[in-house]
């Protein structure tokens, strides 16, 4: 398997502008997490899905970050508006029956100016 | 609530030198307790696992003991390498809680040759 994709792995975009963050789990997975990774944070999640089901968003900000799962291959995150707090590495994770074992994608390196 | 404190970094060593990272534990329940790893420009892995107490959990050399009497897995390595240099991430989970997994704050590691 490829392991989990993330696209783009870097996006540079002005304030103001949507951004539209995409993952693809490894195959087979039914869970997948979104993690933001600052330094002054450090890793925090964001939103959980379990058969494309959203299970936990609190950790979302705020309403300008929305994030979907149209099936069980497929996932985005998405900011709008953004804003230069919202510079980050964004990981994609999926797992199998459970959250213990995550694979972690290469992350989105996402700066807003 | 559920909690993860890690020894604060960075911590840099010599090659061929002891490693200990330490990590304590919060948690309302029996749980499961991992150590991940964050190598420059990646995401996270998992580097080994321990699902109740007592076990040792081992992979490549580092090695944590599930400590429930001192709520302690502290990593260790007996001879770290230069391609040991990462953030490390201690993280646990409990099962029939939320499916998510709970990191500590992360502790980087540089190892000089």
């Known amino acids: 398997d490829a392991g989990v994709i993330q696209s783009p792995r870097h996006e540079v975009t002005e304030m103001g502008q949507e951004v539209t963050l995409r993952c693809k789990p490894i195959?087979?997975?039914?869970?997948l997490f979104w993690y933001r990774q600052t330094m002054m944070r450090g890793l925090e999640l964001l939103i959980y899905?379990?058969?494309?089901?959203?299970?936990?968003d609190s950790g979302m900000p705020e309403d300008r970050f929305s994030a979907k799962m149209p099936n069980a291959s497929f996932s985005t995150l998405k900011i709008q508006p953004s804003e230069p707090r919202d510079s980050a590495v964004y990981f994609c994770a999926s797992s199998f029956q459970g959250p213990e074992t995550q694979y972690f994608g290469p992350g989105t390196r996402l700066l807003v100016l | 609530g559920n909690s993860v404190t890690q020894m604060e970094g960075p911590v840099t060593l010599s090659e061929e030198a002891f490693l200990t990272i330490n990590c304590t534990y919060t948690?309302?329940?029996?749980?499961?307790l991992f150590w991940y790893v964050q190598y420059p420009g990646e995401g996270l892995q998992l580097l080994l696992k321990?699902?109740?107490?007592?076990d040792k959990g081992s992979n490549k050399g580092f090695e944590a003991t599930y400590r429930k009497e001192t709520t302690s897995f502290h990593l260790e390595k007996g001879s770290v390498q230069v391609s040991d240099s990462a953030v490390y991430f201690c993280?646990?989970?409990?099962?029939?809680?939320?499916?998510?997994?709970?990191f500590g704050s992360g502790t980087q590691l540089t190892v000089l040759p």
């Open positions: 321990a699902t109740k107490a007592d």
């Open positions: 899905f379990n058969n494309n089901v959203p299970i936990d």
């Open positions: 993280a646990l989970t409990l099962s029939g809680s939320a499916r998510q997994l709970t």
């Open positions: 948690a309302t329940g029996y749980p499961s």
């Open positions: 195959s087979g997975h039914d869970y």
